[in-house]
C-alpha cells in the first residue's frame, strides 16, 4: 500500500469512528431530557420547605424521574409512598438527627468530578463543608446531632487496577472538627495494637453518648465489627463478619449486612441484628442481598434500599426476624427518621 | 547468530560515543508511528479505568472491595503472557508488529464486552483479558522501537515513546470526564467511545508500523525457546536483568508512595486523586530529556541515578520537615525516577540482546523487575503490618541504597563509569 491510501484508509476509518462515538454520546445525553420529565404513575413532588425538626417525617433522596431527580425529599412518615415535598438540595447520601443532617454531594468541575460533605443545619443551611476524597457510600448522624460521619470509595490508579480501598471521616458537628481518616485511630484486636496497610473502615454508626461509635473494619480479607472511642481515639474490635453496622435506638442491638458462604458473590449479604450483650445473630426476613446501611424506624422496625427501576426503593423489615419485607417507598433511596 | 551477535556488540560500544552528528537525527517514523500507537490506546484505556470505579458504585451498585484479591494470582499469570508474547514475536523471524498488533487488539475488544458484564465476576474477566492484552504487546513493542532506532539514538527513542504514552494517559480521564459531563449515566458513551479509540490505535499499528524483517533471518535460524532461555548466559544481560530484579525489589508500589505521601505528608483529601497525576506529569517532562541523556552519558549511569532519585523521594517521606513544597518535590522525584528507567533498561537490554531475540530479552527483563516489584509490594505490606509505615519505608530506602550500590558495582560491560 502506498502512504497515500494508507492514510485514505485511516482518514476513513476516523470518520466512521467519529461517528460512532458521536452517536453514543449523543444517544447517552439524550436521555437527560427523559429523566428530566416526570414518569407516569409516580410519585408527585412539588417544591416547598424541608426542615429537618419535627416528628413524624422522613426525609430521603428522591430518585424519582422529573425536576426534582436526586433532590432531598421530605414525606409523612405514616405515608411513606406519598406526595413528596423537593428541597432543591442534592445530594447522593443524606442523613439527619436532631436537627443536624450531612448531604454528600458531586461537584461538578471542570477536570473530573470531586465530591464533598455539606454539614446543614435544621433549615438545610450550609454549617460546614469538607472534601470527601471518593465516591460517596455511607452517611450517619449522631443522635445528638453533635456528629456526622461519611464513607468514600476511593479508587485504585494503577493499569485496569482493582485495588480500591474506602475511607471514613468523623466530624464534629459544634466546632467543624474533623477526623479525616479513622485509619489515624489506634486499632485494639484481641488485646492488642493492631497495624496494616490494608485497614479500611466503613459504615459508622454512633451511640447517644457522643462518645461510643461502631463501624466496620477490613483487613486480611476479614471485616469486623469495632467499638470505637472518639475521646481514647481507639476501635477495638468486638465480632467477624459485620458490614454496615446501624445501632438501636435503645443502644443495645447492631443491625448489619453479614456476608453468607454459599452465595453468589455479587450479592453475598443477609440482614443480621446482633444482640451486643450476648453476640447473639438473629437473621431477618428479607430474603434478597441488602447492600446497604439499614436505618431503625423505631425500636422495632429496620428500613433499607433495594435496587428498583428507578435506582433504589426503601424496605422496611421486623427487627426481631419475625414477618416479612414490605416495600414502604419507591425511587427513594438514604432515608432518615426525624424525631 | 553470528552476525546479530556482532551487531549487539556494536550497539553496546555506540551508546558510549555516539558521533556528534548522529544525536540530532531525524526519529525513526516507526518510533513516532508507536508513540502515536500507545498515546491513543492510553487514551482509551485510562478512560475505562477513570471511570471505572464509579461505574461499579453508582452505575452498577456493586461494592468494589475485595476486587483486587485476584490480582496477586493475576500478576503471576500475567508474568508468563509477557514472556510467551516476547518469544511468539521472536519466533517466524520477527512477528513483533503482528503479536503486538494481537495486544492491542484484545484490549480493544474488552471495551465493548465491560457494557455487557454487570456483575463482577464477568467484568474481573473481562478486566483481566485488558491486561492480557496488555502483557502480550509490551515486549513486542519495545523490540520495535528498539530494532528501528540506531544504537546511539535508543535512549531518545524510548524516551519519546514513553512521553507520548504518557500524554496519552493524562488525556484519557479528561476525555473520559468530559462524556460523563455531556450527557446521564453516559458509561456506554464512555466505553464505546473507548472502543473506538481502541480501534484506531489498531489501525495507526497495522498501516504505519512496518511488518516483520523476515530477510535478517534465515528460516533454519529461527529462534527456539532454547535460545531465548540461552539469553540468561549472557553475562550482560544477566547483570542488567539481575540489577532490575534486585531494584525493583527495592521499588515500593505506587499506590504505597502516594499512601505515605497523604499519612506522613499530610497531603489534604482532595488531592488525593491528583497524586499518580502529578507523577505522570513529571515523567512525560523528563521522558525525553532523559533518554538523550542516557545516549549521551551511558544507560546505566541515568538508570542508577533514577534509583537515587527514588532513594531520595524515600528520604524526602521519612524526614520530619513539612514544607508545603514537599510533596511536588516528591512526586517530581518519583516522575523523575520513572523517566530515568522505564526507557532507559529497555534501551540498556536492547544493547546486549541480538536482534533476532529482541522481544524475548526485553520480556525476561521486564518480568524479572514486575516480579520484583510485585514481591516487594507484599514485603512492605508485610513490613508495615508489623512495624509500622515508618519501618518499612526506611527498610525499603536501605534496600534501595544497598541494591544501587550493589548495581554500580556490576555494571555491564561497555558501559564506561560517569
Redo the contacts between chains.
Sequence with gaps: ?TVRS?VL??VS??AV??A??LA??L???A??DR?DRPQAGGPRVASGPVALRGAGRLVFRNMAWGPHRDELTAVPAGDPDGPRTAAGLKC?RFHAASGTGVCLQAV?GP????YRALILDARLRTVHRY?????P?RARVSPTGHFAAWTA???????????????AAIVDTRSGELI?SL?AFRIVRDGRTY????V?FWGVTFAADDRTFYATL?TG?RTYLVRGDLRRRTVTTLHANVECPSLSPDGTRVAYKKRVSGL???APWRLYVLDLRTLRETPLAEPRSV?DQAVWKDARTLVYAL?GDYGADLYQVPADGSGRPRRISRAAVSPAYLG | MYLADSRARTSAQGAVRSPAGRRRAALAPTVLALGTVSLVTDVS?EM???V???YL??GL???????????GIYNGFSALVRLAGGHLADRGGGRHKWVAGLGYGISAVCKPLLLLAH???PI?IV?AA??TG?GLRTAPRDALISLSSTPGTRGRAFGVHRAMDTAGALLG??VA?W????????Y??VF??SF??A??GV??LV??VPGGRHDTVPARQRPTLRAALALLRRRDLRRITGCALLLGLATVG???V??LLQ?RLGV???W??L??LGTAAAFLLLAVVLGRLADRVGRWTVFLAGHGALLLAYALLLTSWHGTGLPYLVLALHGGFYAATDGVLMAAASDCVPDALRSSGLALVQTGQALARFACSLL??AA???W??RA?LAGAAVALAGCAAFCLVLRPRGEVPA
Design positions: 500500500m494508507r484508509v485511516l476509518a476516523v469512528l467519529a460512532v462515538a453514543s454520546v444517544h447517552a445525553s436521555r437527560a429523566r447522593l461538578h477536570v473530573s468530578d470531586t472534601d470527601v476524597p471518593g465516591i457510600s470509595f476511593v479508587g485504585g490508579d494503577s493499569y485496569a487496577g482493582t485495588d480500591f480501598s474506602t475511607r479525616p485509619e497495624r496494616s496497610a490494608d479500611n477490613a480479607g453468589p458473590k455479587d447492600d435496587p | 484505556s475505562v479505568t477513570a471505572l470505579p464509579l458504585v453508582t451498585g456493586l461494592s468494589p472491595l475485595g476486587f483486587g484479591l485476584l490480582d456483575s463482577l465476576t474481573g478486566l485488558d491486561r496488555k480521564p479528561l470526564f462524556i460523563l459531563r455531556a450527557t446521564v449515566d453516559g456506554d458513551a464505546t467511545v473506538c479509540v480501534v484506531l489501525l495507526v498501516l504505519f505506587d499506590s504505597f502516594y499512601l499519612r489534604p483529601d482532595r488525593f486523586a497524586l499518580p512492605f505490606g508495615w503490618t508489623v509500622g509505615d518499612a
